[in-house]
């Protein structure tokens, strides 16, 4: 099993629900971490009391690509390399085709398809020269197979996202990357505030799972490929 050993992860979307779990326990596990956040004074707090201070807050705003720019060269510049990969931020609004708006649907596509993709582009040659690189795509069920109760933007743009995952696979397996689109069906965050027909916030997974379950997929070696990974909380005949 592969450990921390100052390894240096990029993690999107971490100041708040299943990034900001994943972001603790990484921390808490011995990685070094840099965190892509809209906020950054409010994220500075959150990890204020945090015992380990291997870790830097670069300004991430998912439609505007010139901030993954700078956040991909500070980490860098300050670690000297890149390990790993979370693309975790994500939106979720209510598009079907007789709700919601194009607009709506368009920020759907650039925060949860466009973003990661730039993100994955620019970091993917400097994780080749690991020669142990890992990617994590949080996607969803959703990515998985379409419920007449869900927005149809939110999940085609999850298909999308698992979709790239499996071209960034191919991409670096010679590499050494690995790389796992993790799939979880309703987890207990505000992005599922106000959405009708949800799971209730008793039967939804924490943000904590998700976060053990990254922690274990970036410890698997290279002969333990997992692809995709959906963590269900209800049951369900396929996914």
Known sequence: MLKPNNRV???SGASSGIGLAIAKLLLEEGYNLSLGVRNIEKTKNLFSKCKSQNYIIEKFEATDLKTIDSWVEN???IF???DGLINNAGILKIV???EGEIEELNELWKVNVV???YLTKLCLPHIK???YGRIINIASTDGKRYRESVSVGYSMVKHALVSMSHATRIAGWNDGIR???ICPGAVDTNLLNGIPGVTTSKQRLKPETIAHTVSYVLSLPKNASVAEL????RVESTI
């Open 129 to 131: 020269k690991t020669n």
């Open 75 to 77: 980490t860098i510049n």
């Open 230 to 233: 959906p963590i269900n909380a």
């Open 179 to 181: 790389v796992t689109a």
């Open 80 to 82: 000297g390399k890149i």
């Open 96 to 98: 079907s085709f007789d």
């Open 115 to 117: 973003a990661p993709f």
């Open 9 to 11: 992860i990029l993690i």
